[in-house]
């Protein structure tokens, strides 16, 4: 501890060790991330991760560079034209421009099913965790990138069991024709469940007669269990859980 106690007051200060350090660990732990993205074949992967943890790093050691030569090297010309560096505005505008990138990622599919908030939420996170390192601020770092990482690695896994055992339930369905509605409702009500939603298209444009219904299970019954009752409707030709 008394190492670190000494070492850290020096990685602080902006030197040639710090800032290769920063961009170091701003493209491991950014990769890092990315990669398990990357696994999953996800829109944004490694490289991508890595770009954006890098890019904010040097954002933020750039608006340090810049804050420091108008304090010392410049200061004589910074205070004539009355130039001055905000650190605060360089790192939000790093995060209004991963806002734009992420959201080019998220997409409804055909399903009425919205795809890539994840991966959006961890750009953005991605973003500030390079802030952070380029900032210096390592303890910040390290705990953002466990979380970061934890949330995209191990908590799905917890997400599913929740969800699983949730009384709500959203389907999307695919029947022949208009006519089908009445009776899946039917089949529905006749197992209990409450309707809270039916939106309904009968296939005008785009895909054929589908549907999206909302529901609220009774106690005891299971997504499982509503799933396979109504896939035994010969009407349906594709049913999803959303």
């Known amino acids: 501890m008394a190492f670190l106690d000494s070492l850290l007051p020096y990685l602080r200060e902006f030197n040639f060790a710090s800032t290769a350090l920063r961009l170091f660990l701003a493209v491991l732990f950014g990769g890092l991330v990315g990669l398990e993205r990357e696994q999953k074949r996800r829109p944004a992967g490694f490289r991508t991760y890595m770009l954006v943890c ?11 560079y810049l804050d420091l030569l108008l304090s010392t090297r410049w ?5 004539q034209v009355g130039a001055r560096v905000d650190v605060t505005r360089i790192g939000a505008n790093v995060i209004n421009g991963v806002g ?12 009425q099913e919205v795809k890539g908030l994840i991966t959006a939420a961890g750009l953005w ?3 500030c965790m390079g802030l952070a ?15 970061i990482f934890s949330s995209v690695k191990f908590f799905p896994s917890i997400e599913r069991v929740f969800l699983s055992r949730s009384r709500n339930l959203n389907l999307y369905l695919e029947f022949e024709g208009a006519q089908d ?12 469940l409450q309707v809270y939603d039916v939106d309904p298209d009968y296939g005008r444009e785009g895909p054929g007669p589908h549907a999206t219904l909302s529901l ?8 499982t269990q509503v799933t396979a009752a109504l896939s035994e409707l010969a009407c349906i030709h594709t049913l999803d859980a959303i």
């Open 216 to 223: 609220r299970l009774p106690k005891g019954m299971t997504h």
């Open 75 to 79: 200061a004589g010309v910074a205070t």
């Open 100 to 111: 734009f990138l992420g959201a080019g990622t998220i997409l409804v599919t055909g399903h």
């Open 181 to 192: 509605v009445g009776l899946i409702l039917a089949k529905v009500k006749a197992m209990g």
């Open 133 to 147: 390192i380029g900032a210096g601020f390592y303890e910040c770092m390290l705990a953002g990138f466990l979380f």
């Open 54 to 64: 890098l890019g904010a790093a040097a954002t933020m050691l750039l608006s340090q």
């Open 125 to 127: 996170a991605s973003a």
